[in-house]
Nanobody
Framework: QVQVAESGGGLVQPGGSLRLSCVVS????????MGWYRQGPGNERELVAT???????TYEDSAKGRFTISRDNAKNTVELQMNNLKPEDTAVYYC?????????????????WGQGTQVTVSS
């Protein structure tokens, strides 16, 4: 079993910053791509940023220049530093991890999601 847990959401004024953290634990042989997604009110879940195990990052257009994704492979953690936040960034942010597990002599590759953390940008 694999668990994904996010933290760091909250209420911030426009122009402010927040740092989201996510830790992946459990039956882990290897963690491949990790990422952050968000779902705003009335919207579908959308990609914010992803990062490979080799630390190659990609960003959704509105996140470029404001958000930075990073990871610690030894700790199986990923973080999202969000600066110059805007009201339209308000959403539940979800951590995603592609995990390779080993059980009973069999490798299993699956995507895992956290429960989400609320980010609200408002004055």
């Amino acid at each position: 079993q694999v668990q994904v847990a996010e933290s760091g959401g909250g209420l911030v004024q426009p122009g402010g910053s927040l740092r989201l953290s996510c830790v992946v634990s459990g039956n882990i042989f290897r963690v491949d791509d990790m990422g952050w997604y968000r779902q705003g009110p009335g919207n579908e879940r959308e990609l914010v940023a992803t990062i490979t195990s080799g630390h190659i990052a990609t960003y959704e257009d509105s996140a470029k220049g404001r958000f930075t994704i990073s990871r610690d492979n030894a700790k199986n953690t990923v973080e999202l530093q969000m600066n110059n936040l805007k009201p339209e960034d308000t959403a539940v942010y979800y951590c995603n991890a592609e995990v390779l597990s080993l059980g009973g002599g069999t490798y299993l590759n699956m995507d895992y999601w956290g429960q989400g953390t609320q980010v609200t940008v408002s004055s």
